[in-house]
């Protein structure tokens, strides 16, 4: 199994940008899809972006052309580098893995295993 801790986010006022980082420890990264998701208080958890054990992509329609999801398999790690930054994008932000075949969508939540402990996103108007 594999343990991540999310880093990286902040305050940042509308139109900054920060960079997200997901870490993992404990097993072969590369083999594991991750995804990005958040959770605004009152609001239910939503997808944002993934990323498979191949490179490919996924985003959710609202930080399409502003966020990019990478990932560095050398040092186990998945970024979020969100740019263009909204009040809306205010949310607690946690990263996911998983790495078994699956029905779900990577844009589920209910596709992963393993969770972090989220990092807080707070843009100012």
């Known amino acids: 199994q594999v343990q991540l801790v999310e880093s990286g986010g902040g305050l940042v006022q509308a139109g900054g940008s920060l960079r997200l980082s997901c870490a993992a420890s404990g097993d072969t990264f590369s083999s594991y899809a991750v995804g990005w998701f958040r959770q605004a208080p009152g609001k239910e958890r939503e997808f944002v972006a993934a990323?498979?054990?191949?490179?490919?992509?996924y985003y959710a329609d609202s930080v399409k052309g502003r966020f990019t999801i990478s990932r560095d398999n050398a040092n186990n790690t998945v970024y979020l580098q969100m740019n263009s930054l909204k009040p809306e994008d205010t949310a607690v932000y946690s990263c996911?893995?998983?790495?078994?075949?699956?029905?779900?969508?990577?844009?589920?939540?209910?596709?992963?295993?393993?969770w972090g402990q989220g990092t807080q996103v707070t843009v100012s108007s």
């Open positions: 996911a893995a998983d790495r078994r075949p699956s029905a779900w969508s990577l844009m589920s939540i209910r596709r992963y295993d393993y």
């Open positions: 990323i498979t054990s191949g490179g490919t992509t």
